[in-house]
Structure formats: C-alpha cells, structure tokens
C-alpha cells in the first residue's frame, strides 16, 4: 500500500462517517460538506470559523477546529495532497502563523508535529510543532482559487519537508520537523487548526477555505509512495449485480444487492446487505468512469458488525481472470463507518489500471474474519 486514504466529499454528509474526531470548540456549523465548495464532483469541504478571542498574557492553546484522520499506525515519512481554496485570509497580526491561519497538521496522537498556516497575504508558513517557523513560501494562494498543494514530511530532529503548488516545489527545507520529545513519526493528520500554541490576539478572524480531493499516502510499496500529483476524485456507486453475490439482504428489500448500498448519502440499516460467512463476497457493475489516467481505485465501504465477536472486511475487486482483496483486514466496530480498500494496479496484471480494465472490473466487498 501506498496510498491509504482518498475523499472527494461526494458520497455522504456526515463528517463522523469518515474522520476519527470532529473538533469544534467554537460551536455552530464551522465545518460542514456542500455542493458550493466542490472543485470536482458533488461536494467539497467548506472550513468557515468566524472569530476566536483567544485574550490573556500568556500563551495558551489555539482553537480546535478540525476533523481528525488516524493512520493507525506511526509513519516516519508520510505525503498529502489536496485541493485548498482560501476564501478569506485570516486577521490577525499577532502570532498568526500559530494558530489561526492553520488548515492541515501532521499529529503524533494529539500532539502537532509540523503544520501549514495561510498567512494573511495568503503565504503558506511551515511551522514545527515547537512553534518554530521552518519557512514561508513567496508565492501565494489568492483568494478564491483552487490549486493542488501536496506536503511530504520525513519526521525527526533531522527531518526533511518539501511543499508543492500544482506540482510545483515552492518550499523545502530540513531540520526539527516534529514537536521536541516526540516520537520521529506521525500517526494522524488534522484538517483545519488543531493542537496549535494560542497567544494574545484578542477578536481574530479565522482563516476559511474550501477543500477536495484528499489523499494521504505513506512509502511502502512501488507505486504512489511520494508525490503523486495532481489528481480529481472520481465517485460512482453500485449500477448492478455481479458474480459472486453471496450477502443477505436487509432492511427494505429492494430486489437488488447492488441497490441495496448504492444510496447516497449511506441510509445506514434502511437498506443494506449482510453476512457472518467468512470469505463471502458481494461483486458490482459500476457506471463507465471517463478519465485518461487512473492513479489509485479505492472501493469504500460503509460497514458495522452486529455481534460481539471481532469482525473484519476487506474490499474486493475481479479484473479478468483474478479476483483480489484489499491488503489488511478493516476491523469494523457496531456503529457505521467508512472503510477504504486500495487497488493501485490492476490485480490481473501487476500493471497500472488501464481505463478499460479499469471499467471492466468489477468491484465489492468480502467477510475476512
């Protein structure tokens, strides 16, 4: 695996489907998924906080504004990519850079180990979770323009970052790359500011921005193990049944298992497909994806178990004559969440998915424990 991780914001409305925490100290509706901040497909991210007072003479902590992804395990050098539109810089003057300009973070569990800040002439700061400012860009992301920013960290006393701009190297440099005391790795990421050192700077405007297009990738495996470029999320559901098709239906049956999960937004028990048998798989027709390159398949799930006993899926996928599953067991709890299965290369050749076998395969689900 290389790349674990993709959102395009497209297939449900509820951000506690897909991200671990929802941080919101300020109340309100300062995070939310709508059609409006979409840059690709049905829906974007839309970060809109309003004014922190964060007033006293001593320095505190930043507001927690956030949704927070957990990598379930510690990464020593991790890449992110995503599509940011600023749509108001933020307005303080003030120890800005270290709190209320924040829009990503690497964390090492709550603890922020390095981060991007939107300064108000719209610069990007990288600041190490010591509140050292590693460097700041010269170019500028203006205001109400999507671009492509992809951040790659090795993380130590010694590390190294790099950040792009549509592909673009606008900063880079080495040194402490984490919080002192930390371990020389990450093991989540913070979209929005979160774990950032407050200060003085009563009555300050958040930065707010737009984002799509999520992908997080680590450096195992041969392929999308750094950078892996510009790229749009391309979202379809369940068009029809295909072989095998061994789950139960449940709920309002609809006749199909494919129109059993192909709602959108996910309708949780009202329609769904089961099954406590080991090694069952449910296959489905998608609709024909029109693209010229496709870097990585992802087949999310939305899943629950219903018992006691320690359950796992895995998403599966037929191309030609193979029919693969995704690389680790995904460890389901009784409550909805969504789970990602990653093909990067097509399972029947070892090769990179050509848009036609791509469109031919069918993909699913199957029980693993």
Known sequence: MSVFFVDSFDHYNSLGLKYDSIFNVMGGTPMLIQAASA????????????????????????????????????????????????????????????SHGQFFAFTDGPSRQISLHLVPGGQVAIINGDGTVLGTTTRQLAL?????????VTFSATGAWELRFDGINVASGSGITKKTGNLDSANA?????????????????????????????????TV????????????????????????????TDTGANFSQVNE???NGDT?????STVGNIDHFGFPTLVAN???????????RKTDGSSRSIRASCKSGATTAASAADLALSTNYFMYQGMFEVDPNTSAAWSVANFNAAKKGYKVAV
Not at 144 to 152: H, L, P, S, W
Not at 236 to 248: C, E, I, R
Not at 271 to 275: C, D, L, M, V
Not at 294 to 301: H, L, N, P, R, W
């Open 39 to 98: 840059a690709n497909g049905l829906a974007g991210f839309r970060y809109q906080p309003g004014f922190w007072d964060c007033s006293g003479a001593g320095l505190g902590f930043g507001p927690n504004v956030a949704i927070y992804k957990s990598f379930q395990v510690n990464l020593a050098t991790t890449t992110v990519g995503f599509r940011l539109r600023p749509t108001l810089y933020t307005s303080s003057l003030n120890t800005f850079y270290k």
């Open 144 to 152: 109400n323009i999507y671009r492509f920013i992809e951040f790659k």
């Open 189 to 221: 990421c913070a979209f929005g500011t979160y774990a950032t050192p407050g200060g003085p700077g009563n009555n300050t405007q958040m930065s707010q921005w737009d984002m799509d297009d999520i992908y997080i990738a680590d450096t195992n495996g």
């Open 224 to 251: 999308n193990n750094s950078f892996v470029g510009d790229m749009a999320m391309k979202m379809d559901l369940p068009a029809s049944d295909d072989t095998p098709l061994q789950f139960t239906r449940g709920g």
């Open 264 to 266: 959108n937004p996910p």
């Open 271 to 275: 329609t769904e497909n089961h099954s």
């Open 293 to 303: 390159v496709i870097k990585v398949a992802s087949v999310t799930m939305t899943a």
